[in-house]
């Protein structure tokens, strides 16, 4: 079964940087696409940043200057490196992932993505 594990959420002050990871097992695909998606309370979730399988990045205008994201293939691990928080960033984050054989751009169809962490707190103070 394939499992998504997220780490290194934690709170900072507006201005400041975190990186949070997703440890992926079990997912054998290797035309993917993965995405980071993020859900404040009383919002719906959104997402922020994909990638794909050929490396190719999209970001939402909201994050997009600030956040990158990136993977390790050898260690199965995708990031997201968050730079110049802002407090309507805190959100619980979510790292998710899917097949890309139809849907093949990775930043529409958010709906497609059939697993998911169980997401990691990030928190900015003003």
């Known amino acids: 079964q394939v499992q998504l594990e997220e780490s290194g959420g934690g709170s900072v002050q507006s201005g400041g940087s975190l990186r949070v990871s997703c440890a992926v097992s079990?997912?054998?695909?290797?035309?993917?696409?993965m995405g980071w998606f993020r859900q404040a309370p009383g919002k719906e979730r959104e997402g922020v940043a994909y990638?794909?399988?050929?490396?190719?990045?999209t970001y939402k205008d909201a994050v997009k200057g600030r956040f990158t994201i990136s993977q390790d293939n050898a260690k199965n691990t995708l990031y997201l490196q968050m730079n110049s928080l802002k407090p309507e960033d805190t959100a619980t984050y979510y790292c998710?992932?899917?097949?890309?054989?139809?849907?093949?751009?990775?930043?529409?169809?958010?709906?497609?993505?059939?697993?998911w962490g169980q997401g990691t707190q990030v928190t900015v103070s003003s």
């Open positions: 079990r997912f054998t695909s290797r035309n993917y696409c």
């Open positions: 990638i794909d399988s050929d490396g190719k990045t």
């Open positions: 998710a992932v899917r097949e890309r054989l139809f849907f093949r751009i990775c930043g529409n169809y958010d709906d497609k993505y059939n697993y």
